[in-house]
């Protein structure tokens, strides 16, 4: 796949809200920057958030509202250098046929209402196709220890448990549709699997599909494929979040050890919906 394109076996009713939901609803804080070239290099435009996703907030205790349309320089006017050095770092990079440039993996500071938070950040670019970067994806995971792998498995309850996923609020992306949401999701540095209510895969992103050496929609339908993974299905609990770490799995370039994160999304009878599988490489912290 060098081009975005909607996988063939989505309806239009599907796909119209199927990928904001999954965006909105994933175990894993997502931001999205604007990074237009023409003002990249100003630090009073350049960077600005597009989208945050609700895990950010509940992770940050930061309110997404007060976020969109801002910088880390507006945000964080101490810090804000490391990230914008960060962030220029990531966006120069070649973008490749998949349209998103190498991963930036590193350890970073972020100072939130919850304190001070070490967090394990990966990040991407979005680019068009003319292979120029139009926005920095990112997303991170907090330096705890179920993330050093002292614990291998817990459960905790979700704040949001509704019946039905977390829709997103309309001031917080206003301006991008449900093919942005797609576009986020395929490049986002992190592994993304959605099972349906039989536990048959709905959908993987593109990260996915390079870590398994999988083609295009080869995982789609499936019910057996990674049994690290399929083993945790009948493991959920609707409202409860799902996790375990120092999960060793095969991949494409080596054996790597994962976190994995489930998330069930239920109906207002408790029914499985959807479940949302993250997996995140382990990454020892430098001292």
């Known amino acids: 796949m060098t081009q975005f394109a909607y996988p063939t076996y989505f309806a239009q009713k599907l796909r ?16 999205v920057k604007n990074a237009n070239p023409t003002v990249l290099d100003n630090d009073d435009e350049a960077l600005k958030y597009v989208y945050l996703n609700e895990w950010f907030e509940i992770v940050t205790g930061l309110p997404r509202q007060k976020l969109i349309g801002h910088s880390a320089k507006n945000i964080f006017p101490k810090d804000y250098q490391q990230y914008f050095a960060a962030d220029r770092a990531t966006l120069a990079g070649e973008c ?9 993996d590193l350890w970073e500071s972020l ?5 001070s938070l070490l967090l394990h950040t990966r990040k991407t670019s979005l680019c068009d196709d003319h292979q120029i970067p139009q926005f920095l994806v990112g997303t991170f995971q907090l330096d705890d220890q179920v993330h050093q792998g002292i ?9 949001q448990t509704d019946s039905t996923p977390p829709r997103v609020p309309a001031t917080i992306n206003p301006i991008h549709g449900a093919f942005f949401n797609f576009r986020v999701l395929e490049v986002l540095p992190t592994a993304v699997a959605v099972k349906d209510f039989e536990f048959n895969y709905l959908y993987v992103n593109r990260r996915f599909d390079r870590l398994f050496g999988l083609d295009d929609d080869e995982a789609v339908g499936k019910s057996h494929l990674l049994n690290s993974l399929d083993s945790m299905d009948r493991e959920f609990q609707c409202g409860m979040l799902y996790e375990r770490s120092s999960v060793v799995m095969a991949t494409s370039e080596a054996k790597i050890s994962f976190h994995i994160k489930q998330r069930p999304i239920c109906n207002e009878k408790k029914q499985l919906q ?7 490489p382990m990454k020892p912290r430098l001292s």
């Not at 119209?16 to 931001?31: N, R």
């Not at 614990?151 to 704040?159: F, H, K, Y």
């Open 151 to 159: 614990v291998t498995e817990r459960r905790s309850q979700l704040s």
């Open 96 to 104: 490749g046929q998949g349209q998103s440039s190498q991963i930036k």
């Open 274 to 280: 959807y479940l949302i599988y993250t997996l995140w």
């Open 16 to 31: 119209d809200f199927f990928f904001s939901d999954v965006l909105e609803a994933l175990p894993q804080s997502i931001f």
């Open 111 to 115: 100072e939130t209402p919850k304190g």
